[in-house]
């Protein structure tokens, strides 16, 4: 059983990073990702199903944002997964407007190994956030 706290350590590092090869390693087949933006606020948002369409995603997210801080703060384990609050900073690469916000990522794991992550953000401040990259 792999250990939730070391696979998680690496997983946040390869997004820091924003290495989808070494991201890929610690997903299955069939892993799922889901954002709580709604899709008609930025089409990144919803359900994607599938390592490749989550990895897909991620690259999507890589080539429009840069992130500039991602820390990571309080974890909560729980039977099946691991809650934990993220701190980010990142820039709109195409208007040039920061996004600073802390969302909750929700992890589900089977044997120690992802298998689900459910994203949640203040879809105020984002929905901010969009209007003001609009505006550039």
């Not at 090869?21 to 599938?50: C, E, K």
């Not at 989550?54 to 990571?72: A, D, G, N, Y």
């Not at 120690?112 to 459910?118: I, K, N, S, T």
Request: glycine residues 6%.
């Amino acid at each position: 059983m792999a250990e939730p706290s070391e696979v998680l350590t690496d997983i946040y590092d390869a997004w820091r990073a924003e290495d989808l090869d070494w991201f890929a390693t610690y997903l299955p087949h069939d892993f799922s990702h889901f954002i709580n933006i709604p899709v008609a606020m930025h089409p990144l948002g919803g359900l994607r199903q599938g390592k490749h369409a989550v990895l897909e995603r991620l690259s999507e997210i890589f080539q429009q944002f840069h992130t500039k801080r991602l820390e990571t703060g309080p974890v909560a384990l729980h039977a099946n997964g691991v809650a934990i609050e993220v701190r980010t900073r990142c820039q709109h690469l195409e208007s040039g407007a920061w996004l600073e916000t802390t969302k909750s990522n929700l992890w589900t794991l089977e044997a120690g190994w992802p298998v689900r992550l459910y994203e949640y953000y203040d879809i105020d401040r984002f929905r901010t956030f969009m209007d003001s990259t609009s505006r550039r």
